[in-house]
C-alpha cells in the first residue's frame, strides 16, 4: 500500500524527530555554546544565566499541571463521558471529524489561549474514541495546529502586554490598543484564512489517508486498571467506620463545588471576558470537578491518578526557562535583532522580523520573554525604517507562533489529554503539521507586505 506524501512526511518526522524532553536538551546545548561563541559572556556566565533562568517557568509550569490534571479529572467521569460521547455521536464520519476539531479548536483558542488546548484537546479526544475510521495522530495534529492563531487572539501575550502601561510603553511610543493589533485588518484577515486553508489542507490530508492508527489501537491494556478500580470498590463496601463515611460523603465535594460556581458566576458578570486567564480557568476546572465527582476520596484518586500524564510540563518547562534566559542575558538575541536590521528597507523588515523571531522562538517559545528580548531593538529599527509600530509587534507576534508548528513545546498542552491512555507521543502526529507551517508561512508574510492595518 503506497502512502500519500504527507504520511511519507510524517512517518519520516516521527522516525528522526527525537522525544520533546531531547529536543529541549539539544536547544538548550545549542543555546549555551553558541552564547560561549558569539558573545563576550564567559562559559562560566552563561551557565549562570542558564542556571538562574530555571525558575523563571516554575508558576506557569504549576498553573498548567493544575489546570490540566483537574481536566483530566472532568474527563474521567461518568456525566462527562456521557456528555462528549454524545456530542462525537452528532459527527459520523473522519472528514467531518477533522474539520470540526479544526475550527472549534481556532475559535476556542482564538477566545483564550489557556482554553483552546483543554476544549480542542477534549473534543479530539472523544471523536477519536467513537468516531470509526478517525486516524488519532491526525486528529491529534489538527487540534494541535488549531492553536496557531491563538496568540493573535483576545488572550494574545504581546498584543495585551502594548496595550497596558509598563515598561516598553516609552520604547513603543505610546499604547497600541487591541483594535490596532488583535483586531487590525491585517490580524483578522489573516486569522480567517489560516483557518480555511488549514481546515482545507487537514481535509485533503484526511480524505487521501491509506494508513489509518485509531485511538484504540494506540490504547494501553485497561487490565490492570480496571482491577485497581475492582479493589477499591470493594474496600469500601461493608460496615465503615465514620471516617470513611466522611470521606465518601459526596454533598461535602459537591457543596463546596456549588459555592465555587456561584463565585464563578458573580466573577464573570462583574469582569466579563477579561476575567479569562490562566487561574480562572484551573479554578473553573476544579469546581466543575467537585460537582460531578461522587464523592472527595474519587476525587483525590482521580486527580492522583492523572497528575502523572502532566509531568512532560514538569519537566520541560524549567529547561526552556534556562533556554530564554541564555539567550537573553547574554545578548544573543540583540546580535541576531541587529544583524537582521542591517540588510532591511521599510518593505521587507516586517518580514524579515517574522523570519527572525520565528527562528528566535525555537529556543525561547515564550511570547513575553521573546519580545522582551527583541523589541528594544527591533521597534527602534522600524521607526528608523518608518514602518508602522503595530505591523512591527504583529510581525514579531506572528513570527512567535509560527514556528510553534516544529516547536514541541506548546504541543505539552494538548499532550497530557490527548495522550492519557495511549502510546501516542509528539512526535507522532508533528509530522502532520509541516504543511501547514508553509501554508501558514506564506499567508503571513503575504499579510504583513501587502494588508494594511
Not at 477519536?128 to 495546529?145: E, F, P, T
Not at 528597507?345 to 527562528?359: A, D, R, S, W
Not at 514541541?408 to 507551517?437: K, N, Q
Request: net charge neutral; hydrophobic share 50%.
Amino acid at each position: 500500500m503506497r502512502k500519500s506524501l504527507s504520511e511519507r512526511v510524517a512517518d519520516f518526522y516521527s522516525r528522526f524527530f527525537p522525544d520533546a524532553f531531547i529536543f529541549a536538551l539539544v536547544l538548550s546545548l545549542l543555546a549555551i555554546v553558541m552564547s560561549i561563541v558569539f558573545t563576550e559572556s564567559s562559559t562560566f556566565e552563561v551557565l549562570g544565566y542558564w542556571f538562574n533562568g530555571f525558575p523563571m517557568l516554575f508558576t506557569f509550569a504549576f498553573q498548567l499541571i493544575i489546570t490540566y490534571a483537574a481536566a483530566l479529572v472532568l474527563v474521567d467521569t461518568p456525566v462527562v463521558q456521557r456528555f462528549i460521547n454524545k456530542m462525537a455521536s452528532l459527527i459520523k464520519t473522519p472528514s467531518v471529524a477533522y474539520v470540526s476539531t479544526s475550527i472549534i479548536g481556532a475559535l476556542t483558542s482564538f477566545l483564550g489561549w489557556y482554553i483552546g488546548p483543554v476544549v480542542t484537546s477534549l473534543y479530539a479526544r472523544a471523536l477519536g474514541q467513537n468516531v470509526k475510521g478517525v486516524d488519532y495522530r491526525l486528529i491529534s495534529a489538527v487540534a494541535y495546529s488549531s492553536f496557531t492563531i491563538s496568540l493573535t487572539g483576545l488572550s494574545g501575550t504581546i498584543p495585551l502586554f502594548v496595550a497596558t502601561e509598563g515598561s516598553f510603553t516609552e520604547l513603543l511610543g505610546g499604547l497600541y490598543t487591541l483594535d490596532q493589533t488583535t483586531f487590525s485588518v491585517l490580524n483578522m484577515v489573516t486569522a480567517a484564512a489560516i483557518v480555511i486553508v488549514t481546515t482545507i489542507i487537514y481535509y485533503i490530508i484526511g480524505k487521501n489517508k491509506k494508513e489509518i492508527v485509531t485511538f484504540h489501537d494506540l490504547a494501553i491494556n485497561k487490565k490492570e486498571v480496571r482491577e485497581e478500580e475492582a479493589e477499591a470498590t470493594m474496600s469500601v463496601q461493608g460496615k465503615q467506620s465514620f471516617a470513611e463515611r466522611i470521606n465518601h460523603y459526596r454533598p461535602i465535594l459537591f457543596v463546596f463545588g456549588f459555592v465555587g460556581f456561584v463565585y464563578l458566576v458573580y466573577f464573570f458578570a462583574k469582569n466579563g471576558i477579561n476575567g479569562l486567564n490562566l487561574n480562572s480557568v484551573a479554578f473553573i476546572a476544579i469546581i466543575l470537578g467537585f460537582l460531578v465527582q461522587k464523592n472527595p476520596i474519587s476525587y483525590v484518586q482521580s486527580f492522583s491518578k492523572n497528575i502523572p500524564a502532566t509531568s512532560s510540563i514538569a519537566m520541560q518547562f524549567p529547561i526552556y526557562g534556562g533556554i530564554a534566559s541564555v539567550l537573553v542575558g547574554t545578548g544573543l538575541t540583540i546580535k541576531l535583532a541587529e544583524w537582521m536590521v542591517s540588510f532591511s528597507t521599510e518593505v521587507t523588515f516586517p518580514v524579515f522580523t517574522f523570519l527572525i523571531t520565528g527562528f528566535i522562538n525555537l529556543f525561547i517559545p515564550s511570547a513575553g520573554s521573546q519580545f522582551t528580548a527583541t523589541a528594544p531593538f527591533i521597534i527602534p529599527a522600524a521607526q528608523e525604517l518608518g514602518v508602522e509600530i503595530p505591523r512591527a509587534i504583529l510581525s514579531i507576534t506572528f513570527g512567535d507562533i509560527w514556528t510553534n508548528l516544529i516547536q514541541p513545546f506548546w504541543a505539552l498542552l494538548y499532550f497530557p489529554i490527548l495522550a492519557v491512555g495511549t502510546r501516542l507521543s509528539v512526535r507522532d502526529f508533528m509530522g502532520y503539521c509541516l504543511p501547514i507551517l508553509v501554508a501558514v508561512g506564506i499567508i503571513w508574510m503575504l499579510g504583513l507586505v501587502f494588508l494594511p492595518l
